[in-house]
């Protein structure tokens, strides 16, 4: 093996790990979704209890969470499922969190950034994607 193909399968290793990694934290999030108290507890925040759909969006923002986890996860649809997650996110740090990202709510915010590494790069060689291709 040289050294080129090592650091390639090494690359490949790295960016799967990266992907399934924050796709299961993100489902894990999402999860959520199951909890009808949990979700009805976050409808009554200020930010949403005064919309006449408060309800709708949590359970929208929770299956998005949910679903584009598991699609990164898998490497399925991942530039669909990271835009679908930097939405989210960004919804989440700027009307949730009203943009306090640089320093209270970081962590929705670095789900934007993770999601766009994987929109801009792909899912990486090691995915459903990259199998769907051949």
Do not use: C
Not at 58 to 86: C, D, H, N
Not at 99 to 107: I, T, V
Not at 109 to 118: Q, R
Request: net charge neutral; charged share 15%; aromatic share 14%.
């Amino acid at each position: 093996m040289n050294q080129h193909s090592g650091n390639t399968q090494l690359n490949s290793i790295g960016t799967a790990i990266i992907r399934i990694v924050t796709g299961l934290l993100m489902a894990y999030h999402g999860f959520e979704i199951f909890d009808a108290k949990q979700m009805n507890d976050y409808a009554q925040w200020d930010m949403f209890k005064e919309l006449p759909m408060g309800l709708a969006l949590v359970y929208l923002g929770k299956g998005a969470e949910f679903m584009a986890g598991i699609l990164l996860a898998l490497g399925l649809f991942t530039r669909f499922a990271s835009i679908i997650i930097s939405v989210t996110m960004l919804s989440i740090t700027f009307f949730v969190g009203h943009g306090k990202f640089w320093y209270e709510d970081q962590h929705p915010f670095l789900f934007v950034l993770l999601a766009l590494v994987f929109f801009f790069n792909g899912a990486g060689t090691l995915s459903l994607d990259s199998k769907l291709k051949r």
